[in-house]
């Protein structure tokens, strides 16, 4: 806030070798502790399938904590001006959707949602591709690459308010690095851990780099490339809502909640959380019906 960039560098730096020493730590516990052969990754488990009244089982608890909040607010158990009622919230939700005020934040929000995946899940794939098949620009890139994915999302924010502001370039910066090493890392080890005999059948049929790409390496690595994608756009979604957060303005959900804060409705506060869950849900679903979709050769 007072445009110390040196000191903004000092802590991304520290965030960054923390962020090194906990990944190193976690593969070297890996490592010691992890003797027996890892699962294969290609094949694709569904869900446990309910039958009959187990449908019902994983609803229980929802519903009865549901239940419960309800008589505990009609009761007056808790203030509803800091907790209210399910009802209350389903019709603020109703009646913001009807006057297009929560309709109109969640479009700005899928708007930058998307643009921001395109952005950095366009460059993360790219760089995937190029770091698994290049040893040499994995050697070159790589190491920085991994130096910076240690830095949370959220330490860039400074930096990107002080470069770019507070309009919608700086939502799409965050977003994009949100979405960016997901995919990077899932394309970049897919690639690199094909089966070393799809070079040897490239180089007998004298395949090009498109040819080699679109038979071999691609459908090869589609399912880490597809489970990558997946995360990427979970990551975008949460990505916007963190934007609109720290950087409150020109509408979207996450600046409606903050405003909302401020006037200390709760209602709509819980109605903004509700719409951002849902949306988070289905975008995960769509993401795995794209890698269904996409990969129907590995189902189990």
């Known amino acids: 806030q007072l445009f110390m960039l040196d000191i903004v560098f000092v802590c991304i730096l520290v965030i960054g070798l923390l962020g090194v020493c906990m990944d190193r730590g976690i593969g070297w516990l890996d490592r010691r502790l992890v003797h027996w052969p890892h699962p294969a990754t290609a094949e694709f488990r569904r869900g446990p399938r309910y039958q009959g009244w187990q449908r019902l089982q994983p609803w229980l608890l929802p519903l009865a904590l549901l239940a419960l909040w309800q008589v505990a607010s009609d009761q007056l158990w808790v203030d509803p001006n800091i907790l209210p009622s399910p009802l209350a919230v389903l019709a603020t939700t109703g009646n913001g959707l009807l006057d297009g005020s929560l309709l109109g934040g969640m479009g700005l929000s899928l708007g930058r949602t998307l643009g921001g995946l395109l952005l950095g899940g366009g460059l993360g794939f790219a760089f995937g591709l190029l770091l698994g098949l290049s040893r040499f620009s994995e050697r070159l890139l790589g190491p920085t690459l991994a130096a910076i994915r240690q830095i949370a999302i959220f330490a860039w924010v400074p930096l990107l308010t002080a470069w770019f502001g507070l309009g ?23 690639v690199a851990q094909l089966s070393p005999q ?17 038979r071999l390496v691609l459908p090869g690595a589609a399912p880490g490339i597809f489970a990558g994608l997946r995360i990427s756009l979970i990551y975008a979604w949460l990505g916007t809502i963190g934007a609109e957060y720290f950087m409150p303005s020109n509408g979207g959900i996450g600046s409606q909640m903050i405003s909302a804060q401020q006037l200390l409705r709760m209602d709509l506060i819980m109605a903004g959380m509700l719409l951002v869950g849902l949306t988070g849900a289905l975008l995960n ?16």
């Open 168 to 190: 919608e370039l700086a939502k799409w910066v965050f977003v994009a690095l949100a979405a960016f090493f997901p995919l990077f890392i899932a394309t970049q080890r897919s």
């Open 198 to 214: 799809l070079a040897e059948a490239a180089q007998v049929l004298r395949l090009n780099l498109w040819q080699r790409l679109r």
């Open 285 to 300: 679903l769509i993401g795995q019906q794209l890698e269904l979709r996409a990969t129907r050769w590995r189902h189990a």
